[in-house]
């Protein structure tokens, strides 16, 4: 088993950042790949930022590359994404994902999810 626990969603006005952090316990958080995904009302849950085990592989969607990055801590079981020049767009549920599988692009390859927190960005 795994707990995964979002924390730093908020309201922010464009061009601004947050900072979203996901605590990890149970299972070895070291050996995982972790996923940050998103999700708006209506839409399906997509793949925001994902990095590997060690953090030396990240991929970013197009529509955040440049503002978004993808970190981990695995000496405190914690993964980041630093979230600059924010836009009305990146509005959304923000999940954290952990994944064990060969294969990390969709939602079904994530074994372990986090609750959610809320990014809301005015315009």
Known sequence: QVQLVE??????????????SCAASGRTFSSAAMGWFRQSPGKERDLVARIGRTGDNTYYTESVKGRFT????????????????????DTAVYYCAASWSSKWYSVRDYAYWGQGTQVTVSS
């Open 7 to 20: 924390s730093g969603g908020g309201l922010v006005q464009a061009g601004g950042s947050l900072r979203l």
């Open 70 to 89: 993808i970190s981990r801590d695995n000496a405190k079981n914690t993964v980041y994404l630093q979230m600059n020049s924010l836009k009305p767009e």
